[in-house]
Structures are given as structure tokens and as C-alpha cells.
């Protein structure tokens, strides 16, 4: 279960707050430090007691008197949160990680208070910062975090990205509605919330999600099952018999190819479709039917890197190795983390006798695969 | 109970606070901020800058780095306040105001931000690449809330000429396209996929190959889910009519006044289009009914006054023209159709004054002319606006 926003750090009734305090520049009050002890003490008494109202005031308080107390900037954040000032609870985040920069937790909640207010950019990134912090033992706050990051990713149309923490999601047990949502969205390759979702699909995402999550969990009879429905009940809608053909192709390729072909039948412009029935013919040693398919998914999406290294996998496979090389080269320009690439390129500069350049490639491939890489 | 992770108590305990006041003269601490912020040590940086504006409030270089470090941590109001304080003290200074005018977007002070990010285009667009890029783009985004849609997909398109794409930008050009005036932070939810197909169609429209077959795709499964959505078949005639399709697009204005029974802008495409069909009675109707809906609507009058002109209704025409010049004075065809009424009506000399106006505002060539300057600019330079 997604742990929804409102219940992450803590629950108590609804309060009224306080506007926001005006931005401390040079102006701020020298602090007094009788003063500012005696508030920091009563406000962490007032939010021990509950008394939520009271805690607020005084956090504020006293970051009137010092703007640069980590710790009531933390907690008045926390409140902030936990009562939906999302953009306030934000503005003191921004604050707060400049000064704790290693605070994985704090880089979480200021990526989820992003989200509340709509800064998809600025959630996938801080999210993702949060995470390769790591959130301590907070395993409802990572699963939470997990998922507001899927679906951003999502959002900013970086599909595999979202699906690969999907991924995660499924394999730690879980697949409720709120992940057949976003599981579904990503895998149809569509960038909209599940807060988005038009009414009249919303049966096709669910269908598309339980049978990601049931592929995932190994239960393909159970996954074509909903594949299948969903590509019967919507058979002109975009990503659809994408989505079925990749299912297929690891199950009976020849199906598989069917749909893709389907694919882009529907939507003509579909690159990822080309892409993967051009890798299956590859597969199948059947580079002339691939070659058309990698060349026009450069021509529709030039700035690809999956693009680039497909096609020039199968020029290579057409042993061009003379126009194979620059394609790959393009490839790693733009996925520069991409291990396939680097190996396309071992092999290719090898068959050039290239010996010095396929070394190079050879000890990259080393580096991105050295724990602790990116990759 | 209140969970404050412990993780992050472990954290706090092990953090140096920098709470203590900067001490030193003011030429040291100036020094100070500057080798801290050079080290990227942002935080030291930000306390000594802060000292040091403390200590002397004119100086401006202090408050533009301090702007600087705040805006890059994402901390808006507070870098908003120093760029207030900066451009007081240097109001040449063309980028500060494109970062107080962003700062500003942020803070959701909208008013103002237009304010600032056009202040910074009057000065001549300065700043860095990407500084540029950012401001136009907010820049758009704020004219799309304004209801300036034509001019805010005018700067769109320049930029998906630059960067070739990418959601936020598609996003913005659906919104503008779609003369939803909203900002990306604040549209319905259930609106957000015709928001992107109309996105991507736009900018496939706009893209300097001007790739109309995958534009028409996504126009097509616009129309396919909301074909009963206001606006969206104006859209659809607007890309077409780019396309120099003008039955088609004559069709799409049609049905969109079918669903938007008040819609202008359609109404003035279509008197457009009946103009250039020698259909002067029809034209005449739509563009009155124009007029009439949105009499502060310049192109509504302008259309009015083409019209008028065609059907030798001379003094009506002037009028009307007049008019749409009052409420838009920098749109050089208006003033082009003016000085042939004018001219028509023996009004020699404000012909001649309005001619040498039309040049002078085509020679400009602002960033924000309407689309029909914007085509115009395609044109052979002695071609006259349509």
C-alpha cells in the first residue's frame, strides 16, 4: 500500500496555521539567546504535547530569531507537511537541505512536497537524490518515495526510468490499485498522473498495470490474460498492442511481431515498437528486416540513444562496419551509461582492428560495472 | 506523536552550524564571500554576503551573488529580496531583471513577473544562453495566463525551434494553444491529456522541419477523444490553415463556432478566409459579430475595418481601423490597412503618417508581433501583410 502524503511523518486533527514568515535577508534580529533557548524548548514541549498550533507558532518564532536552527526548520517543515502547506512546508525544505545537504530524509520530503505543488522536474530530481542518500530505516517513506518518483518520471515521459522503480515496487510484494495506476500509465507510455487519468481508459491502464505487475510476479498465463483483454477491448488506442507485442515476444516472438506490427499500424510514429521488433530480428539473424525498421526510428527520433545503437547493430550485422561505427559512436554520445552500446562498440572497433579503441571500450564497460557505478 | 527520523537527528548532530555573525571589516568579509563562494562552500558564502550587505547596503555586487547562490538552491523568496535590493541600486542591469522577474513566477507574484521578464526583453534579451531560454519560456507561460495566447506561442515556437521539444514545453504550447489561461502548476487534472496531445501537435507544427504528418496524428487523437471540448477544433484550424489548408480549416472553424457558439477568434478566421474568398457578405457578418462580442478585441476591429474597406464602406472602414489601433498601436497591418483607408478616403497626409508608421514597426520586428506579422516576416519584404 502507498503510504498517502498526509499520513507519511505524522497525523493529528486539522489546525489553523500561520502565514508564511517574510524571507530573512541581512535584517534579521541578532539572536537572543536566552530568548531563542527558552522557544526552541517550548515549541518542541508544544509539538510533544500535541499541542500543534502552539508548535507552529514558536518554530516560527524562533526562526525569526535564527533563521539558521536546522532543527526548526525540520520540524516546522514536518508540520507544515503533515498539515498540506505544501508550499510553505517546500520553501523551508529548499532552506533546510541547502544548510544539511547529506539529509536524505529532508531531500524526500521536499520532493514530495514538490509534487503537491506540481514541480515534476524539480520531484524526479530531488526524489532521486533522496534515494541514493538513502532514508535510514524509513521503509514506508522509501516506498513512498519509490512511488511519487515512478510517477513523475512518468509524467516527464521517461517510461523506462519510471517502470525500472516500478519494478522494485512489484518485486517487494506489492501491487495495489494506486501501482497498477502508475504501472499501467508508464508501460502504455502515456504522461499523466493517475489523478489524470481519462475516465474512459481508466479501465485499460488497470488492465495494462495487473498484467505488468502479474508479469513481473511470473504469472504470465495471468498476464497475457490481461494483455489480452486490454488489446481486445481497445484495439485502436496507442501503446496498446506495444505494450501486449513486448509481453509476447519473450512467450511466442512470432505473436509478438504481430502485435508490434499492429502497433504501428495504429500509431505510425511509435519508435519504441520499430525498436524492439528490429532487436527481435536481430535476434533471429534477419538483418535486412531490421535495418528499414532502426533507420527510420533515427529518422523519427534523432536524438535517441537507443535509436543510434540499434541501427548501427544492424549495420554492424550487415558487417557496414564503416557506417555501423558512427551510428554507435552517436549512441554513446547521447547514452554515454548504456553497457550495450559500449559493448556494440568492443565488437565493432575489434572487427575494424581497431585494437586500441575496443580496449577503451573494454575498460568502460569495467567502470559501469564497478559497484557503486550508475549504472 | 511527532516522528522526527532519526537518521536525520544524527544528521542535525553532526552538522556544523554557521550560526555566528561574520566579524571583520567589510573589505574582509567581501574577500571572505568571495573565496567561500568560489570553494562552493554556498552556505559560508551566503552568511558572508549577508554580512556584508549588513555592513554596507550599496553594495550591489554583494546583493547580485547573493541573489545568485539563493536562486541557484532554489530558494526564491529569499533571492527574490535580493534582487529587489540589487536592481534598486543598479536598474541597468538587463539580467537581474529577467532573474527578480523568474524568482517572482516563483512566489507566484504573476503581475509582477511579467512586469520584470518584459523589462528585461525591452533591454535586449541579455543574460547567457540558458538564462535566456528559462526567462522566455516564464515569459510565455505568464502571457498564456494573461489570455495573450497568440503572442506566448510565438516565443513558444521560437524556443522549440531551440530545444526541439521536451514535456514542459509541450505543456506549455497545449495550454496556449488550447487559450486555456492557466499556468502548467494550475490546470484541471482532467484536462491534462487534450493539454498534451494539443502540445505535441503544436509543436510538430512549429518545429523548423515542420513534421505536419506527425502533427496531424496527434490532432487526430485530440479530436478523436475531445472533439466536444471548446477550442480544440479552433486549434485543429489554426494548425491547418498554417498548412495553407484552408478548406479544411474553414471546416474545424465552423464546427468549433458549432460547440463555441461566441468564440472570436474563430469568427475572425473565418472572415478571414471569406475575405480571401471574395465572400464579403459573410465576412461582413463574422467579423461584426466579432466586433460586437469583444469590442476591445484589436484584430475583431481590424478584421471589421478589412472588410469595410473591401466593400468601399470608406469612412465605417477608417473607423473601425482606428479603433483596433487605439487598442493595439505596435501592430504594424493595422497600421497598413489603416493608410489605405485613409489613402481611399483622399486623407492624403495620416495616409502618409500611417505608411511610414507600418515601416518603421515592420523594421522592428518585435518579438511579440501576432501571427499574421509573424508569416509576414516570411514574405518578400515588399509583399504587403494579407
Known amino acids: 500500500m502507498i503510504v498517502p502524503p498526509a499520513v507519511i511523518i505524522l497525523t493529528f486533527a486539522a489546525l489553523p496555521l500561520q502565514a508564511t514568515p517574510k524571507p530573512q535577508l541581512a535584517c534579521s534580529t541578532p539572536p537572543n539567546l536566552g530568548t531563542f533557548e527558552q522557544l526552541s524548548r517550548e515549541a518542541d514541549r508544544a509539538r510533544d504535547e500535541n499541542r500543534y498550533q502552539d508548535a507552529i507558532r514558536l518554530y516560527r518564532q524562533g526562526l525569526e530569531i535564527k533563521p539558521t536552527w536546522d532543527e526548526g526548520l525540520w520540524s516546522l517543515s514536518t508540520l507544515l507537511y503533515e498539515k498540506e502547506q505544501y508550499s510553505d512546508a517546500r520553501d523551508l525544505l529548499r532552506r533546510f537541505v541547502s544548510r544539511v545537504p547529506q539529509a536524505g530524509p529532508g531531500w524526500a520530503l521536499l520532493g514530495m512536497s514538490e509534487f503537491q505543488t506540481r514541480e515534476y522536474s524539480r520531484v524526479v530530481d530531488h526524489l532521486q537524490r533522496s534515494r541514493s542518500l538513502g532514508l535510514g530505516d524509513r521503509k514506508d517513506m522509501a516506498q513512498s ?126 519508435v519504441p515498437a520499430r525498436l524492439r521488433l528490429a532487436d527481435i530480428y536481430l535476434k ?31 549495420l554492424a550485422a550487415k558487417r557496414d562496419l564503416a557506417r555501423a561505427i558512427p551510428e554507435l559512436e552517436k549512441a554513446r554520445e547521447q547514452g554515454p551509461d548504456v553497457v550495450r552500446v559500449h559493448f556494440d562498440l568492443l565488437r565493432a572497433y575489434s572487427a575494424a582492428g581497431r585494437p586500441g579503441d575496443a580496449n577503451r571500450e573494454k575498460e568502460t564497460i569495467e567502470n559501469l560495472r564497478r559497484p557503486g557505478s550508475e549504472q | 506523536m511527532v516522528v522526527v527520523f ?79 535590493r540589487f536592481v534598486a541600486l543598479a536598474p541597468k542591469s538587463g539580467p537581474a531583471y529577467a532573474f527578480l522577474g523568474l524568482c517572482e513566477y516563483e512566489t507566484k507574484d504573476y503581475e509582477r513577473a511579467l512586469q520584470h521578464l518584459q523589462t528585461w526583453s525591452a533591454k535586449g534579451f541579455p543574460g547567457t544562453t540558458d538564462l535566456i531560454d528559462v526567462a522566455v519560456f516564464h515569459w510565455a507561460l505568464l502571457l498564456t495566463r494573461k489570455g495573450r495566447f497568440v503572442e506566448s506561442l510565438y516565443l513558444l515556437a521560437v524556443e522549440a525551434g531551440k530545444l526541439r521539444g521536451g514535456p514542459a514545453l509541450v505543456e506549455a504550447m497545449g495550454l496556449a494553444s488550447l487559450r486555456m489561461p492557466n499556468l502548467p502548476e494550475d490546470y484541471p487534472p482532467e484536462r491534462r491529456e487534450m493539454v498534451w496531445l494539443a502540445g505535441e501537435a503544436a509543436l510538430y507544427s512549429a518545429l523548423p522541419s515542420n513534421d505536419s504528418d506527425r502533427a496531424a496524428e496527434y490532432a487526430r487523437r485530440l479530436l478523436f477523444h475531445y472533439d466536444h471540448e471548446p477550442n480544440v477544433h479552433y486549434f485543429r484550424g489554426t494548425v491547418l490553415n498554417f498548412e495553407r489548408k484552408s478548406a479544411e480549416a474553414e471546416e474545424e472553424f465552423r464546427q468549433e463556432l458549432q460547440i463555441s457558439p461566441r468564440h472570436v477568434p474563430a469568427m475572425v478566421e473565418l472572415a478571414r478566409l471569406n475575405l480571401s474568398h471574395d465572400q464579403t457578405a459573410e465576412a461582413l457578418s463574422f467579423a461584426k459579430s466579432a466586433a460586437e462580442i469583444e469590442p476591445k478585441n484589436p484584430e475583431a476591429h481590424h478584421m471589421l475595418g478589412r472588410v469595410l474597406l473591401t466593400t468601399k464602406q470608406l469612412p465605417e472602414s477608417a473607423r473601425e481601423l482606428e479603433t483596433a489601433k487605439q487598442l493595439a498601436p505596435d501592430v504594424a497591418s493595422i497600421r497598413y490597412h489603416l493608410a489605405r483607408a485613409y489613402a481611399a478616403l483622399g486623407r492624403a497626409k495620416e495616409a502618409d503618417r500611417e505608411v511610414a508608421a507600418y515601416h518603421v514597426l515592420r523594421d522592428k520586428q518585435q518579438v511579440l508581433a501576432p501571427p499574421q506579422e509573424k508569416l509576414g516576416a516570411l514574405r518578400k519584404p515588399t509583399e504587403p501583410p494579407e
Open chain 1, 145 to 270: 518515495v519509490a512511488y511519487f518518483a515512478a510517477v513523475s518520471l512518468t509524467r516527464m515521459e521517461q517510461y523506462d526510468n519510471s517502470m525500472d522503480l516500478l519494478y522494485e515496487t512489484v518485486n517487494a510484494g506489492r501491487c495495489d490499485t494506486a501501482v497498477q495506476e502508475a504501472a499501467g500509465l508508464a508501460a502504455l507510455r502515456m504522461p499523466l498522473l493517475p489523478a489524470e487519468i481519462p475516465p474512459d481508459r481508466r479501465e485499460m491502464i488497470l488492465l495494462a498495470g495487473s498484467g505488468f505487475c502479474a508479469a513481473q510476479m511470473g504469472q504470465q498465463e495471468d498476464a497475457e490474460k490481461q494483455f489480452r483483454k486490454m488489446a481486445e477491448m481497445y484495439p485502436n488506442e496507442p501503446g496498446v498492442h506495444f505494450l501486449f507485442g513486448t509481453f509476447l515476444t519473450n512467450v511466442r516472438p512470432e505473436d509478438g511481431i504481430r502485435e508490434l506490427k499492429r502497433e504501428i499500424e495504429v500509431s505510425p510514429f511509435h
Open chain 2, 6 to 84: 532519526p537518521l536525520l537527528a544524527l544528521l542535525l548532530s553532526a552538522h556544523p552550524t554557521s550560526s555566528g555573525i561574520p566579524q571583520g571589516s567589510f573589505e574582509q568579509i567581501a574577500k571572505r564571500a568571495d573565496a567561500a563562494r568560489a570553494a562552493d562552500r554556498m552556505e559560508d558564502a551566503i552568511g558572508l554576503y549577508t554580512a556584508g550587505v549588513r555592513l554596507r547596503p550599496s553594495w550591489s555586487d554583494g546583493w547580485w551573488s547573493l541573489g545568485s547562490l539563493f536562486y541557484d538552491q532554489d530558494r526564491f523568496p529569499e533571492a527574490e529580496a535580493a534582487f529587489k
Open chain 1, 284 to 314: 533471429q539473424q534477419q538483418p535486412d528486416q531490421a535495418l528499414p525498421l532502426a533507420e527510420e526510428a533515427v529518422k523519427l527520433a534523432p536524438n535517441e540513444a537507443s535509436s543510434h545503437m540499434v541501427y548501427g547493430e544492424a
